[in-house]
């Protein structure tokens, strides 16, 4: 049989290889949280730069057809100047529209980010 003092050093042993262990399986349970984080960011990084990119384009293009309307306009009033008035007066209002609803626009966007957000999670599932 061992002796007392074996037997504490035995279980010291057995006591420090279960802390390295511990200590093994945190650091690998925080690197897979960190490699988690950095994949859900740059899904949604990688979303929300193609969001931008296609609002750039839509930008562009409202503004093309709003330059041209404006010459439309101004060609049907035979004055330049009140159509692009026109077509600037027809902007403020759109914009006022929108500063008017900011509140819906505001939860909208945050309900739809909430959304990809939850479906990210349940692709990885």
């Known amino acids: 049989?061992?002796?007392?003092?074996?037997?504490e050093k035995s279980l010291n042993i057995i006591?420090?290889?279960?802390?390295l262990e511990l200590l093994s399986y945190i650091n690998r349970r925080i690197r897979l949280f960190k490699l988690d984080a950095f994949e859900k960011l740059s899904i949604s990084a990688s979303g929300l730069?193609?969001?931008?990119?296609i609002l750039a384009i839509v930008?562009?293009?409202?503004?093309?057809?709003l330059i041209g309307m404006a010459?439309?306009?101004?060609?049907?009033?035979?004055?330049?100047?009140?159509?692009?008035?026109?077509?600037?007066?027809?902007?403020?209002?759109?914009?006022?529209?929108?500063?008017?609803?900011?509140?819906?626009?505001?939860?909208?966007?945050?309900?739809?980010?909430?959304?990809?957000?939850r479906k990210v999670e349940a692709d990885e599932k």
């Open 1 to 7: 049989m061992l002796n007392n003092s074996e037997d």
């Open 15 to 19: 006591i420090e290889e279960i802390k």
């Open 49 to 53: 730069g193609y969001g931008l990119i």
């Open 59 to 65: 930008a562009v293009i409202l503004f093309f057809v």
């Open 71 to 117: 010459f439309f306009v101004g060609e049907l009033l035979n004055s330049l100047a009140a159509g692009f008035g026109i077509m600037a007066l027809f902007s403020l209002l759109v914009l006022l529209v929108v500063v008017l609803c900011r509140g819906k626009i505001k939860q909208s966007i945050l309900h739809n980010t909430i959304r990809f957000i």
